[in-house]
């Protein structure tokens, strides 16, 4: 079969796999929600931006102890493990196959 043929094309959009939910476009549209949160002394602050402000900014962190800092900071880790896994997969067969879509 023709790497390129239509059946071999349309086989592969129909996988459930291929609509995976974390994606680079995502992870910016994301994003772009988060920056445009609206932030005021009479709002508390979402768990977004206080995990953001927990991780980035020392006056922020001491609100955590030792430990509660290490399990937050493992917990990322893992889910930007994933995130790497699911928009960059390690196989090449997975990446050839993901580009022949995207080409399509």
């Known amino acids: 079969m023709n790497p390129q043929s239509p059946a071999l094309v349309a086989t592969l959009k129909a996988c459930g796999t291929h609509h995976a939910s974390?994606?680079?476009?995502?992870?910016?549209?994301?994003?772009?929600?988060?920056?445009?949160?609206?932030?005021?002394?009479?709002?508390?602050?979402?768990?977004?931006?206080?995990a953001a402000l927990l991780l980035h900014d020392d006056r922020f962190r001491q609100l955590l102890n030792g430990t509660e800092q290490l399990q937050l900071k493992a917990l990322v880790q893992l889910a930007l493990d994933r995130y790497q896994q699911q928009t960059n997969p390690p196989n090449k067969l997975g990446r050839l196959i993901a580009g022949l879509i995207k080409e399509q």
Not at 28 to 33: A, F, N, S
Not at 37 to 43: H, L, N, R
Request: aromatic share 10%; proline share 10%.
């Open 22 to 50: 974390v994606s680079r476009e995502r992870f910016i549209e994301g994003w772009t929600e988060l920056c445009r949160e609206d932030v005021t002394p009479f709002i508390k602050p979402s768990l977004p931006v206080m």
